[in-house]
Structure formats: C-alpha cells, structure tokens
C-alpha cells in the first residue's frame, strides 16, 4: 500500500469534468488499497460553492474516507471573479509569476507532500506543484495534462525537469497530445496515453427507465432524449435544439451548465418555441446515471467550429464513457476525439459534424427501432468496462511505479 496525494490547482469543487476527473482518480486508487488523500488550492469561487455543497464526497460520488485538504491562495483569492480576473492576469504576467510565488498555495501544497511523507504525488493541472515536488522537496510525482499549446511559464518548467528521478511520468489522452509534450523535451518512454474514464459503479443498480423517470418527474408516455454535460457553444447545444425543433413529439433534457449557460439557452429555447426542452441545470455527478437511465436515447453532438473549452482532435470526453455505461444509443458526431471509440452503426451513431438533418434522423431512427439500439448499446457497455477509473490507475502505477 502507498500513501498517495491527489493534487490539483484549484476548481474543486466546480462543474467542470476536470474536477470530477481528478476526484474519480483519487476514487481509483483508494479502490485499489492505497491510502490517498486529495490536495486542492481555494479560491473564492471553490469556497462559495463548497459552502452551498456541504457533503463533498456525495457530491462527486466518493469514500468519505477520501480525505480532502484545501490550501487557500491568499494573494490570488479573488482571481476567477470576472470583475477583477484581467487584473490579476496582467499582473501574473508583467511580473513572471513572480507575485504568484511570494506565497504560493502550490509550494505549500508540495512541502505538505514532503511533510507528511507521501510515496507518490498524483498531480493534474499546469505543473507548479510538480516544479516544487521534483525539484524542492524529492517527492516522487506523476503528472496528468491535456494540454496542446505549451505556452504556460508553469508547464515549460515542469516539462524542463522532466529527466529527474522524481518525474516519474506524464500521463495524457491522446497520441496526438504525446507527440507534443515529446517534442518539447519529455522522454518519450515517461509518456503514457490513456483516455478518460467512467465509474461504472454508479451505474451498477440503476432502476430501470420508468421508474427513473418517476424518480425524476420526467414523462412517462414520451420518448425522452438526454444530453449530460456542460453548456458551453461548442458542446453542440444550439444543434440539440435545431433537432428538438424537428421532432417535437420528443422531450430532450439536457442536465448540467452553469447557471448563465442555462439561462441563455432557455432564453433560446423560448424564441423558437421549444416547449419539448428541459434544462435541469447542474446536478451532483452521482444523479447523472439516473437520468442517463431515465432515457431513450442519448446525444453529444459537436460543430465544425473552433472550440475554446476542449480540443476534438485530442480529447477524452467523460460523458462519453457514462453514455456507454449507461447502455442506452449513443447519436454524436464524427469528430476524431469520438471517432477513437464510437464506429458508427456498431456501438453508436455518428452524423457529420454541423448536419442537423443527419442529425436528427440517427435520433429518430435510434428510437423507432429499439431493438437496433439495444445492439448498439450493448457493445458500447461491453467496450466501456475496460476504461473504470480503478484500472486507470491500475495501469499508470503499473507503468510508473512497478519497478521502483
């Protein structure tokens, strides 16, 4: 058994799948036996919204043996407050980060590895924590990023001390990503892809869908189509409603967004007179597998346009992998991010990105023929097995640490 730190710079709780990633992680290796503890940096934004949370460990859907420790960023408390964030941004920059470290939470987050004598540092984020691990304090770290563009201070410095002893490897989603951080001076034998995961333990004793809808106060008598994940433009929102327009016999419930994201694409939803939408807003990761259970069928559709929030060239969706699991037809796009997992008419359908006819018409098809959807279904849950969080972890220690 190791004594393990999950460590991230910020953003728990949040929204964001970044949050829930580094949250299952940890998940992963306390299934495995190992004795972890989360290690996270506090700002306004994580505190206001841990006060109205209270139960984090309900909320991401974990032991609460899984201790969580926060180091507040006293400098930087305010930072993500659009308000006064140019401010702060300006200031990181001018000065070289200079500011950021008269008394960074990251440093101290490194030293409290070194303190309390951790075997391993389990780090998601830009790399500052990793800096002052390998080089600091000789605490042994793993590094995960799903970074393209390496144009971060913080980033360029851990990558630069990636040779050490105490770099024990990076860990990252794509071949396309490994490429990258290889070319920027990571050894490419410390560079290990694996996609995202799933915790297919949510999704072990789901009531079937009717009672799920009952659960939910969702339509009984109607064929009901989720979407699960955040709000923002280039998540292919705007296209789940040109079809939502289409077949208006059909409910489509999008659950998840921030509650400005919500309110925009209501707002939308009322121009065009899209009385068959239900924006349920953000709810906790362990209420996802009920919904996805309460449907018949699921989408994540995705545009030709340049996204700002996620690469679809290199990444790993996790609602990806809790549509698989959730053994219900998958209608998404053909972008190469899906293009890895999905084949189309095989565990799931596949339009071309931006084509709301095609779109709709892989909707309507799944639904109207339930034994078709069944089959694409039950390959994509067989496929998804093998991507659980705990084997996730399995397989990076056994990569980095097995002959340590």
Partial sequence: MMKIAVATGGHIPSFRAHSIAVMKMAKGFYKLGHDVEVLTVERFVEDRLRRQIKDLHEFYGVSSEIKITFFRDDLFYFENLSIISYLYRFLDKVTNRRIRMIRDPEKM?????????????????????????VVKNKVPTIMESHIRNIVNPDLKRAIKVSRSEYFKGLVTISELLKHTFVKAGVPEKKVLVLDSGV???????????????????LPLGRKVVVYAGSLFPEKG?????????????????????????????????RTRGLGNVRFMGFV???????????????VMPYGKERARIMDIESTSPLKLFEYMAARKPIISTRIPAIQRIIQHGVNGLLAEPGNVKQLTEYVRYALENEKFAKSLSERAYEMVKDYDWKKRCQKILKHFCDND
């Fill in 109 to 133: 987050m490194s030293k409290y590895c070194k303190d309390y004598d951790f075997d391993l540092c389990y780090y998601r984020g830009y790399g500052r924590t990793v800096y002052y691990n």
């Fill in 199 to 217: 915790d297919l333990e949510l999704f072990e004793h789901l009531p079937d869908k009717m009672n799920a809808r009952k659960m939910l106060n």
């Fill in 237 to 269: 929102i705007k296209y789940i409603l040109l079809v939502a327009e289409q077949l208006r016999d059909v409910m489509f419930v999008l659950v998840g967004g921030e509650a400005e994201h919500v309110r925009y694409w209501r707002r939308y939803a």
């Fill in 284 to 298: 906790s990761n362990s209420l996802i597998p009920i919904y996805l259970a309460a449907a018949d069928a699921l």
